[in-house]
């Protein structure tokens, strides 16, 4: 059985940071890309940051340049380290896995699916 676990959530102000955390279980993980979305209030679900298998990475425009996403095998665990927030970074965020070979952005693209983590930056 497949599980993903969000973790690190939480009430920030504008301008800090923050990691999040996916600890990943039933799954192969070295198979598979690594995905963070995140949807808010009222809004669809949006791709965020995606790691493949081998350490490459693709942001959404949004997040480029504030966020980095990594992945640590030991731990079976995807991070997404984020800096800079700002109040439209919040959302409650999903990590997801993909055996989608390129560049998975697309909801369909992901097999996998955490119960996600609120995160609310306040300005």
């Known amino acids: 059985q497949v599980q993903l676990v969000e973790s690190g959530g939480g009430l920030v102000q504008a301008g800090d940071s923050l990691r999040l955390s996916c600890a990943a279980s039933?799954?192969?993980?070295?198979?598979?890309?690594m995905g963070w979305f995140r949807q808010a209030l009222g809004k669809e679900r949006e791709f965020v940051a995606v790691?493949?298998?081998?350490?490459?990475?693709y942001y959404a425009d949004s997040v480029k340049g504030r966020f980095t996403i990594s992945r640590y095998s030991a731990k079976i665990t995807v991070y997404l380290q984020m800096n800079s927030v700002e109040p439209d970074d919040t959302a409650v965020y999903y990590c997801?896995?993909?055996?989608?070979?390129?560049?998975?952005?697309?909801?369909?693209?992901?097999?996998?699916w955490g119960q996600g983590t609120q995160v609310t930056v306040s300005s």
């Open positions: 997801a896995a993909s055996l989608a070979r390129r560049r998975p952005s697309g909801q369909r693209d992901y097999s996998y």
């Open positions: 039933g799954l192969t993980f070295s198979s598979y890309s």
């Open positions: 790691v493949s298998p081998n350490g490459s990475t």
